[in-house]
């Protein structure tokens, strides 16, 4: 998008306290654009299931969330609360201070993408945009001349007079996008609006996506159970399952330090341990797990003689020579390699530890790596750093 | 949803075509029926049109007569009048029935669904009659008005144009309850809620998104009920008045006076009414697509 | 969106819809010679009325089996029919099709003087020979458009895949197809059947005197009084036509053509 159309978009700010006078050029100052959401002690129930369990976030003004989870772990049940399409059992939802519980969605002045776009069939591109601006009011000329902005920010200048059907599904969730952020809401709500796609285009759009949050600086909350999807897009990430929130974090603190097993083995893949604490020293935690003593980084308390699972993530673990101690890399298991994948850019492999686990190593191909074959015995190694307890 | 199993109608014209050699398979299974229909259908009631231009022999005559007869017009008139309200009726009434059943799940769209379906449980005399005994001086209406002191003398309700009224809407509301309903049933859920999420209030919801998309099995039903309405014969015979005669009632009456050439040139312009109006709508636009969604 | 002022309009309707025909069968139960409602006791004065007069129950009988013969007729030509339609060139097949669906959109009197003019030149009229024949024409566009949609959800390349297994094409026909459409031909034997029992215009002109059908008694009837007999035979008619409609909702279901509602 380039600047000069968001500027202007912009700088129409009809008095409008939220936009105020902020000065704006590339890369320009966005503060205070975006609405604060906060859940608090937020619940659902259908009938005697409950689909959220006491779901409590604060989302900060300009902020990029993502409710992340698997199918039925009540994502979409939340956002739909924030919407305003389903009624909270219990807990309560305020945006910029004001509880929004008792209001109905079209009083919310919230914008929302749907997964399957939801584009009116029955009319133009340009009246489906514009569609937002009548319900306010707007007159017909400065409708035409927002719609036109829109469209340019969402690259598709010049399709006002097609209808949904006409438009590929990348088009038409650009169109969903457009429609939602015409008449500038300080909130906009995503529901797996990527899904339908294909993967190329689901990348292209993610990016946009992106691109479009820094821009707009308007708080997004992003719906997906595509975990690479939430690591790419979003500043803060918040895994749901089964009604509750199982860890809120930025994305490399839930890659790096996830809390339990579900987020895990949910986000990327994970190698997981079992062991019994011995000692604490450093920061560190001694694991004895049977075949040998391991570092971890004592991520949370853990009194000596507990059982703990320990988890690294596969690509943190290579192969070493047996004879070999480099520095800082202190833990070490002997395996036989099971599965060779070579794909590309890495090599996965499947190995089988000392006591029969299955764990899982990635290494990045080149030159110097020798591709070991299923049957062969090797030895690993990994840093206690880039071990966690969960 | 299959409401109806008329769709397949245009699924029949729809199917591709073969090769030569299945044809004579082809006729030898239509063949029989095709004949039949021919003999014992097709050309009795051709032959009986004929006679509006054939008295023996060709004449234009009758058709004349008819363009001049007053009896003639105000039945006509009275019939498409009828039509018309009737029409209107079903559809004021039957909007809201499809709108609320539409969006019923479960045992209330069950229940809704029969009672909707029930009046094709009775035939055309059975519900007629039940207007009579509604309707009649000493109808139940009339009794329990009496009985609860609201008026002395019976109400004349029945042997009137209201009553054809009341009791051909009452036939014919499911035909325009269903194929609205269909329609409905298909638009996407999202699209309510996405207007709503663009500021739309409920009523905005409806008249925007809802009642366009909803246009389809309006055009299916209005013209189902039209067509069905022009042809109607037992209800207004029985719970109409002499004054309020419809064409097929004075087709019958012509015959039962052995008019033949003008009972056929009623016929005819009945029969040319009817197939008219079904050409004129299938040429709008839209309307074949229209036919086709509410059917399904 | 459930605002009340919808719902008790809806409420309202449906109450219109179904309340005439409740009363009737309600009315049928009484024992009092008026009409009255509520009535002032119940029994069945009225179906033992039915019972006992033999001008109704001959007029049942008769349109009993004017309906079977009815369905026999319409069954075997409307299935033979729908078999074929598809396999016509596209004109021809348009034109049968006209054809054989017309019945549907021709106004009912119509059909009903056309008959009866041609009918009462050869002495059909007043027998039940007549009536068969008329109501075949009438009954056959369900059966066709009932089998039609059937073999529209039949995948022709199964009868293909028998015959390379080794069936004759009666064979292949006999195992595979008619087993597939076979509830789309009971479905449309069923609608024949009702087209044919509760059929009144053609009723009235070919009737004569000496094929009273249950429809037309009924109408004599109701010329001349409004007996409450009519209520009791209108019941078991409704109770009748709710049977078989059911039967063949039940068969759609299995068929898989309707969904569970």
Redesign the interface.
Same mark, same amino acid.
């Given at each position: 998008m380039d600047a000069s159309t968001s500027v202007r978009y912009f700088q129409e700010s009809n008095g409008d306290a939220s936009f105020g006078a902020c000065s704006y050029g590339e890369g320009g100052n966005t503060a205070g654009r975006g609405a604060k959401v906060s859940l608090v002690g937020l619940e659902k129930r259908f009938d005697a299931v409950g689909a959220v369990c006491g779901i409590s976030l604060e989302i900060g003004s300009g902020e990029f969330l993502t409710l992340l989870g698997p199918s039925g772990s009540g994502k979409t049940t939340t956002l739909m609360m924030i919407a305003g399409f389903e009624t909270p059992t219990a807990g309560d939802i305020a945006i910029d201070g004001r509880s929004v519980v008792g209001t109905p969605p079209h009083k919310r002045n919230i914008g929302m993408v749907f997964q399957n776009y939801a584009l009116f069939p029955h009319l133009t591109v340009a009246e489906n945009i514009a569609f937002p601006l009548k319900q306010r009011g707007m007159d017909r000329a400065t409708r035409a001349r927002r719609v036109a902005d829109s469209l340019a920010m969402v690259q598709l200048p010049g399709y006002e007079a097609r209808y949904p059907r006409q438009l590929s599904g990348g088009q038409q969730q650009r169109v969903a996008l457009a429609r939602a952020i015409v008449f500038r809401p300080r909130l906009l709500l995503m529901d797996e609006p990527l899904g339908a796609l294909d993967k190329q285009l689901r990348e292209n759009l993610q990016l946009e996506m992106r691109r479009l949050h820094a821009e707009l600086g308007i708080t997004f909350v992003y719906v997906t159970h595509d975990q690479e999807e939430a690591l790419i897009m979003s500043d803060r990430i918040a895994v749901v399952n089964e009604g509750r929130i199982a860890q809120l974090g930025p994305p490399e603190e839930l890659y790096d330090r996830p809390r339990n097993r579900f987020v895990a083995s949910f986000i990327g893949e994970s190698n997981f341990l079992s062991g019994v604490v011995r000692g604490i020293e450093d920061g560190f935690l001694i694991v004895d797990c049977g075949w040998a003593m391991l570092r971890a980084a004592a991520t949370r308390p853990a009194p000596i003689g507990s059982a703990v699972t320990l988890t690294t993530r596969p690509e943190r673990m290579r192969f070493v020579d047996p004879g070999a101690m480099p520095i800082g890399i202190e833990n070490r298991m002997r395996v036989t390699v099971r599965e060779t994948v070579f794909a590309g850019e890495r090599c996965r492999y499947l190995l089988r530890g000392e006591n029969g686990e299955t764990l899982i190593l990635k290494e990045q191909s080149g030159a110097a790596t020798r591709r070991r074959a299923p049957g062969e015995m090797a030895e690993i190694a990994w840093a206690a750093a880039d071990t966690v307890v969960v | 949803?299959?409401y109806t %199993?008329?769709g397949?109608?245009t $699924?029949?014209?729809g199917?591709p075509?073969?090769r030569?050699s299945?044809?004579a398979? $082809?006729?030898?299974?239509?063949g029989?029926?095709?004949l039949?229909? $021919?003999v014992?259908? $097709?050309?009795? #009631?051709?032959?009986? +049109?004929a006679?509006s231009v054939l008295d023996p022999h060709l004449t234009l005559q009758n058709l004349v007569r008819l363009a001049g007869d007053e009896v003639f017009f105000h039945v006509f008139g009275n019939t498409l009048l009828t039509a018309v309200i009737v029409t209107l009726g079903t559809l004021l009434?039957?909007y809201? #029935?499809a709108?609320?059943l539409s969006?019923m799940r479960g045992m209330a769209?069950?229940v809704?669904?029969v =009672? =909707?379906l029930?009046?094709? &449980?009775?035939?055309? /005399? =059975?519900?007629s009659?039940? &207007?009579?005994?509604?309707l %009649?001086r000493? %109808?139940?209406i009339n009794?329990?008005l009496r009985g609860a002191a609201l008026i002395d003398a019976p109400l004349r309700m029945l042997n009137t144009a209201f009553a054809v009224y009341v009791a051909m809407i009452?036939i014919l509301?499911?035909y325009m309850i269903l194929p609205i309903a269909s329609v409905l049933r298909q638009v996407?859920p999202?699209?309510p809620?996405?207007?709503?999420? +663009? %500021?739309?209030?409920?009523w905005?919801?409806f008249e925007? #998104?809802v009642l366009? +998309?909803s246009m389809p099995g309006v055009i299916a039903g209005t013209l189902l009920v039209f =067509?069905l309405s022009?042809?109607f014969?037992?209800t207004p015979a /029985?719970v109409g008045g002499p004054r309020d005669m419809m064409l097929?009632q004075l087709?019958?009456q012509q #015959?039962d006076l052995l008019n &033949?050439p003008y009972?056929a040139c009623l016929?005819a312009t009945?029969?040319a009414a009817?197939?008219l109006l +079904?050409l004129l709508c299938q040429s709008l636009p839209g309307v074949r697509g229209a036919l086709r969604q509410s059917m399904r | 969106m459930n605002r009340p002022a919808l719902l008790s309009a809806v409420v309202l309707v449906l109450l219109f819809l179904a309340l005439p025909i409740l009363l009737i069968i309600a009315v049928s139960f009484s024992s009092a010679t008026y009409l009255t409602f509520p009535p002032p006791a119940l029994g069945l004065r009225w179906y033992r009325a039915y019972f006992d007069s033999s001008g109704w129950l001959d007029a049942t009988w008769l349109s009993l089996a004017v309906g079977t013969a009815v369905v026999v007729l319409a069954t075997t030509l409307g299935t033979l029919a729908a078999l074929g339609l598809g396999r016509l060139p596209r004109a021809a097949r348009t034109a049968a099709a006209a054809l054989i669906l017309s019945p549907m959109i021709v106004p009912g009197i119509v059909v009903a003087i056309g008959v009866y003019y041609a009918y009462a030149r050869y002495r059909l009229i007043g027998t039940p020979l007549g009536l068969v024949l008329a109501h075949t024409c009438l009954a056959v566009p369900f059966v066709v458009t009932s089998v039609a949609a059937s073999l529209s959800n039949f995948d022709r390349r199964l009868e293909q895949a028998a015959r390379s297994l080794g069936a004759t094409p009666w064979g292949a026909f006999r195992q595979v197809t008619l087993p597939l459409i076979r509830s789309g031909v009971l479905v449309g034997a069923l609608f024949a059947f009702i087209t044919s029992f509760d059929e009144l215009i053609v009723a009235l002109f070919l009737s004569g005197s000496g094929a009273i059908t249950l429809p037309r008694r009924m109408w004599d009837d109701l010329r001349f009084a409004i007996d409450p007999t009519i209520a009791a035979v209108s019941t078991l008619t409704i109770a009748l036509t709710a049977l078989l409609l059911g039967g063949a909702h039940v068969l759609r279901i299995r068929a898989g053509r309707t969904p569970r509602v």
């Amino acid at each position: 998008m380039d600047a000069s159309t968001s500027v202007r978009y912009f700088q129409e700010s009809n008095g409008d306290a939220s936009f105020g006078a902020c000065s704006y050029g590339e890369g320009g100052n966005t503060a205070g654009r975006g609405a604060k959401v906060s859940l608090v002690g937020l619940e659902k129930r259908f009938d005697a299931v409950g689909a959220v369990c006491g779901i409590s976030l604060e989302i900060g003004s300009g902020e990029f969330l993502t409710l992340l989870g698997p199918s039925g772990s009540g994502k979409t049940t939340t956002l739909m609360m924030i919407a305003g399409f389903e009624t909270p059992t219990a807990g309560d939802i305020a945006i910029d201070g004001r509880s929004v519980v008792g209001t109905p969605p079209h009083k919310r002045n919230i914008g929302m993408v749907f997964q399957n776009y939801a584009l009116f069939p029955h009319l133009t591109v340009a009246e489906n945009i514009a569609f937002p601006l009548k319900q306010r009011g707007m007159d017909r000329a400065t409708r035409a001349r927002r719609v036109a902005d829109s469209l340019a920010m969402v690259q598709l200048p010049g399709y006002e007079a097609r209808y949904p059907r006409q438009l590929s599904g990348g088009q038409q969730q650009r169109v969903a996008l457009a429609r939602a952020i015409v008449f500038r809401p300080r909130l906009l709500l995503m529901d797996e609006p990527l899904g339908a796609l294909d993967k190329q285009l689901r990348e292209n759009l993610q990016l946009e996506m992106r691109r479009l949050h820094a821009e707009l600086g308007i708080t997004f909350v992003y719906v997906t159970h595509d975990q690479e999807e939430a690591l790419i897009m979003s500043d803060r990430i918040a895994v749901v399952n089964e009604g509750r929130i199982a860890q809120l974090g930025p994305p490399e603190e839930l890659y790096d330090r996830p809390r339990n097993r579900f987020v895990a083995s949910f986000i990327g893949e994970s190698n997981f341990l079992s062991g019994v604490v011995r000692g604490i020293e450093d920061g560190f935690l001694i694991v004895d797990c049977g075949w040998a003593m391991l570092r971890a980084a004592a991520t949370r308390p853990a009194p000596i003689g507990s059982a703990v699972t320990l988890t690294t993530r596969p690509e943190r673990m290579r192969f070493v020579d047996p004879g070999a101690m480099p520095i800082g890399i202190e833990n070490r298991m002997r395996v036989t390699v099971r599965e060779t994948v070579f794909a590309g850019e890495r090599c996965r492999y499947l190995l089988r530890g000392e006591n029969g686990e299955t764990l899982i190593l990635k290494e990045q191909s080149g030159a110097a790596t020798r591709r070991r074959a299923p049957g062969e015995m090797a030895e690993i190694a990994w840093a206690a750093a880039d071990t966690v307890v969960v | 949803m299959s409401y109806t %199993g008329q769709g397949t109608a245009t $699924a029949l014209i729809g199917a591709p075509a073969t090769r030569p050699s299945r044809h004579a398979g $082809a006729i030898l299974l239509v063949g029989p029926l095709v004949l039949y229909m $021919a003999v014992f259908y $097709a050309a009795p #009631v051709l032959a009986m +049109l004929a006679r509006s231009v054939l008295d023996p022999h060709l004449t234009l005559q009758n058709l004349v007569r008819l363009a001049g007869d007053e009896v003639f017009f105000h039945v006509f008139g009275n019939t498409l009048l009828t039509a018309v309200i009737v029409t209107l009726g079903t559809l004021l009434l039957g909007y809201p #029935v499809a709108l609320a059943l539409s969006r019923m799940r479960g045992m209330a769209a069950t229940v809704t669904l029969v =009672v =909707v379906l029930l009046p094709f &449980w009775t035939s055309v /005399l =059975v519900r007629s009659y039940a &207007w009579m005994v509604l309707l %009649g001086r000493h %109808g139940l209406i009339n009794e329990a008005l009496r009985g609860a002191a609201l008026i002395d003398a019976p109400l004349r309700m029945l042997n009137t144009a209201f009553a054809v009224y009341v009791a051909m809407i009452h036939i014919l509301l499911p035909y325009m309850i269903l194929p609205i309903a269909s329609v409905l049933r298909q638009v996407d859920p999202a699209l309510p809620r996405a207007a709503a999420s +663009l %500021g739309a209030s409920p009523w905005g919801v409806f008249e925007q #998104v809802v009642l366009p +998309l909803s246009m389809p099995g309006v055009i299916a039903g209005t013209l189902l009920v039209f =067509v069905l309405s022009l042809g109607f014969y037992i209800t207004p015979a /029985l719970v109409g008045g002499p004054r309020d005669m419809m064409l097929s009632q004075l087709i019958a009456q012509q #015959v039962d006076l052995l008019n &033949w050439p003008y009972a056929a040139c009623l016929s005819a312009t009945l029969l040319a009414a009817t197939l008219l109006l +079904l050409l004129l709508c299938q040429s709008l636009p839209g309307v074949r697509g229209a036919l086709r969604q509410s059917m399904r | 969106m459930n605002r009340p002022a919808l719902l008790s309009a809806v409420v309202l309707v449906l109450l219109f819809l179904a309340l005439p025909i409740l009363l009737i069968i309600a009315v049928s139960f009484s024992s009092a010679t008026y009409l009255t409602f509520p009535p002032p006791a119940l029994g069945l004065r009225w179906y033992r009325a039915y019972f006992d007069s033999s001008g109704w129950l001959d007029a049942t009988w008769l349109s009993l089996a004017v309906g079977t013969a009815v369905v026999v007729l319409a069954t075997t030509l409307g299935t033979l029919a729908a078999l074929g339609l598809g396999r016509l060139p596209r004109a021809a097949r348009t034109a049968a099709a006209a054809l054989i669906l017309s019945p549907m959109i021709v106004p009912g009197i119509v059909v009903a003087i056309g008959v009866y003019y041609a009918y009462a030149r050869y002495r059909l009229i007043g027998t039940p020979l007549g009536l068969v024949l008329a109501h075949t024409c009438l009954a056959v566009p369900f059966v066709v458009t009932s089998v039609a949609a059937s073999l529209s959800n039949f995948d022709r390349r199964l009868e293909q895949a028998a015959r390379s297994l080794g069936a004759t094409p009666w064979g292949a026909f006999r195992q595979v197809t008619l087993p597939l459409i076979r509830s789309g031909v009971l479905v449309g034997a069923l609608f024949a059947f009702i087209t044919s029992f509760d059929e009144l215009i053609v009723a009235l002109f070919l009737s004569g005197s000496g094929a009273i059908t249950l429809p037309r008694r009924m109408w004599d009837d109701l010329r001349f009084a409004i007996d409450p007999t009519i209520a009791a035979v209108s019941t078991l008619t409704i109770a009748l036509t709710a049977l078989l409609l059911g039967g063949a909702h039940v068969l759609r279901i299995r068929a898989g053509r309707t969904p569970r509602v």
